[in-house]
């Protein structure tokens, strides 16, 4: 998913779960910034205190994309959760692990995710931690079928758009079906690590489309009913984060909302995440939803951005800068945001995933 779903979808079912105003900005800014925290390293400040962060995502070009041990710190905790699936009978022991590895929407290790952080709403940085594992957590639904390590079960073979009414007789269909052709063959067999050798198509909410794996498995796909079960799920996630209770059995949206949810992943016709990231917004402002219009902002870098805020400096290359320190930076929400981000790998990694037998970091 990208930042139409990861913000703005985050943003308004985060809102209709009752959380307030403020704290919906958060988690939905967190959500986002999972996609944009792509620098790691130590932080130096001139009076001697230093803090070093982890990264949360690669840029799309970053040789670490296809790194067999920086994919299970970066794609596995954060985009790819391992579902856990049962593997086919038969299967060969290293052929059975990645099938497990495999992403599944929905799982119980994604609920059990998203529930620790019902349970740990102490923390300093509970809201950004929110934040990261529904980020984390709807991308089972965008992310199924695929796994966060360089694997031959990521190895295409065949891509199809299905010309659906909804969007076939658009300029996007033809957008879409050109570009594939083009880059489809490098992709599918040289960069086998999560969803790559499919494009985008997993990030579109209006599109549906199939796959066709290098094995001769074939899986269809349906964007618009997964995405709308992932705004529900995440829905149901933040009402058990309001009312800090994790028994609360899940429950459909408010009807009327559902309704404009559906049709602005089904009707925002773009390929550009950022351009459905603008209509969403604009849905926001004008009142579309039952709690009022909000005027919601997403700054990632520059002036603006938590990362300026917490500093006063957002410089392109950080080596050799020793940042002024000022107490206010213990409580940023840049910086809370790494320490969820770090909690979040230690977690998945170190303690959930072999909770289910799974040893993969």
């Known amino acids: ?103 599944q929407p929905d799982s119980d290790i994604a609920r059990a995710m998203v529930l620790d952080c019902v349970r740990r709403r102490d923390l300093p940085y509970a809201l950004h931690r929110l934040g990261v594992a529904l980020h984390t957590y709807v991308d ?15 190895r295409i073979r065949r891509i199809d758009i299905q010309p659906d009414p909804a969007y076939a007789a658009s300029p996007v269909f033809r957008q879409l079906t050109s570009g594939t052709a083009r880059v489809e063959e490098f992709l599918a067999g040289h960069v086998p690590v999560g969803h790559a050798g499919v494009l985008t198509l997993p990030d579109l909410p209006f599109l549906k489309w199939s796959f066709v794996r290098r094995n001769g498995e074939a899986v269809h796909r349906d964007n618009p009913t997964d995405f709308l079960r992932a705004a529900e799920g995440a829905y149901n996630m933040a009402r058990r984060y309001a009312a800090a209770d994790g028994g609360l059995g899940d429950e459909p949206l408010p009807a009327a909302d559902r309704a404009v949810i559906d049709r602005l992943l089904r009707q925002t016709l773009f390929v ?29 870098q520059g002036a603006g951005s938590w990362k300026m805020v917490a500093l006063g400096a957002d410089p392109d290359d950080e080596e050799g800068i020793a940042f002024k320190f000022s107490d206010a930076f213990l409580a940023s929400d840049w910086k809370r945001f790494h320490d969820a981000v770090q909690h979040q790998r230690l977690f998945i990694l170190h303690d959930l995933l072999p909770r289910a037998g799974l040893c993969a970091s």
């Open 272 to 300: 550009d995440g950022e351009d459905r990231h603008r209509a969403w917004l604009d849905a926001i402002r004008a009142g579309a939803f039952s709690f009022g219009p909000a005027d919601v902002t997403y700054v990632d």
């Open 140 to 154: 089972t639904w965008a992310r199924q079928q695929f796994v966060g390590v360089v694997c031959e079960l990521n």
């Open 1 to 103: 998913m990208q930042i139409d779903f990861h913000h703005a979808v985050t943003y308004v079912v985060a809102r209709l779960a009752g959380l307030a105003d403020a704290d919906a900005r958060t988690v939905a800014h967190a959500a986002q910034y999972v996609d944009d925290a792509t620098t790691d390293g130590p932080l130096t400040f001139v009076t001697g205190e230093r803090y070093v962060r982890v990264t949360s995502a690669h840029k799309t070009l970053d040789w670490l994309n296809t790194d067999r041990a920086d994919n299970r710190l970066v794609w596995v905790p954060f985009h790819f959760l391992p579902g856990n699936a049962a593997p086919p009978p038969g299967s060969p022991p290293a052929d059975a692990f990645l099938r497990r590895m495999m992403c």
